[in-house]
């Protein structure tokens, strides 16, 4: 594999208040170095708060709003969890939307810990394989999914994992499908 397998490619990270830093900030350092440029979008301009579990962590610019950017600007989705994060997200439209949108456009995603909140909402689950952190488990289910509890899991261009402790494997994996790009059967 090429040093900068991600030379070129345009990821999105879409996070808002409350999401766990660690799963914010080690995915976006995982694909810048492997040569991506990684976008910070949000729901509102300005900065967004990290957490470390409840303790408030540091603040983060966000590059572009929800409202301005489209799934076709981009070869990839980061979502972090933390859980007032994905929970405030799940309640937009437009990030709802803009979520599917990269399942449409069959491009990979990768999500985290209460990230995969994000994808029940979208309605993109049904099918597949993923996990997440346990609390979410019903919700996959409920939503047709098949939930595992397993360090990570990837299911045509989808990386979920549970919980910080993965965060290795999954950003190594998150890097992985980012570079190899669309995957023709992956539906919505």
């Not at 976008?39 to 572009?64: N, R, T, W």
Request: charged share 25%.
């Amino acid at each position: 594999m090429a040093a900068q397998p991600l030379q070129g490619k345009r990821i999105a990270l879409l996070a808002t208040d409350g999401v766990e830093q660690v799963e914010l900030t080690e995915p976006w350092e995982a694909v810048k170095k492997a040569g991506a440029t990684v976008e910070l979008i949000s729901l509102k301009a300005g900065k967004i708060q990290g957490v470390h579990h409840d303790e408030k962590g540091d603040q983060f610019p966000v590059d572009k709003v929800i409202d301005d950017v489209s799934a076709e600007d981009y070869d990839g989705l980061l979502l972090p969890g933390g859980v007032f994060n994905p929970d405030a997200l799940r309640m937009n439209e437009v990030a709802v939307d803009f979520v599917r949108d990269f399942f449409k456009q069959s491009k990979p995603v990768a999500a985290i810990c209460h990230g995969p909140w994000m994808l029940v909402e979208a309605g993109v689950v049904e099918g597949r394989t993923l996990t997440s952190w346990p609390s979410v488990k019903t919700d996959i289910r409920n939503a047709g999914g098949t939930w595992v509890d397993q360090e990570c899991v990837v299911d045509q261009g989808l990386v979920t994992s549970r919980k910080p402790d993965d965060l290795k494997a999954f950003c190594g994996k998150a890097v992985e499908e980012f570079a190899e790009g669309k995957h023709a059967s992956q539906t919505a």
